[in-house]
């Protein structure tokens, strides 16, 4: 037992300097942001029968894997529903306004009846700051994907005319293409928007 004890005093001052330390952040946490996945429930969004795509179901994929980008650069994230369910656009609307949130994206995909629309565009409300925001969005998803751009654009939505804060509503592709559906299929591609999102906030934020 003697020799026992004095092994771990022998040992113990070596475990405790060569483990690695923690240290509080030194930085104030990054604003709130909210993501607003379009659609959901009984309101399906665009919908092509074959192969069955549903952009609610798209949007709230998108929605969370943008999630995931903005929380690894350190910002705080609310979503509008985080389910299939339906959310009033009021509601969503005021649960922005009510959060404190700094900017607020609404997530969507496109629909035409011209089969050969393709693209990414993103609208803005009124305030010169939100167009600001679409265009950093904007390029950073066009760098990701390689999609076409169709520019940015101001937009008569009710939830980026009503919220209070600068607010987008990107539209990230048509499920009405086949060949940018096809690509929209793919969880990759998605990934590759959501990161194109959330690099876009980013570089909104830092400037």
Known sequence: MKYKIIALVLFFPFFVIGAPRSYPHSKAVKPL????SGHGGQDQGAVIK???TEEKKLNLTTAY???KYL???GYRVVMTRYC???VPLSARVAKANQSRAVLFISIHYNSCPN???NGVEVFYGESPQGKK????????VLINTKAKSRGVKEGKFYVIRQTKMPSILIECGFLTNTEEREKIRD???LDQIARGIAEGIDQFMRK
């Open 187 to 189: 969880h990759r591609y």
């Open 133 to 140: 925001l679409a265009r950093q969005v904007l390029s950073r």
């Open 84 to 86: 299939d369910h339906y």
């Open 33 to 36: 942001v909210i993501l607003d």
């Open 115 to 117: 089969a050969l629309a």
């Open 71 to 73: 929380e690894r650069l």
């Open 50 to 52: 074959y192969p069955h």
């Open 65 to 67: 894997q943008t999630k």
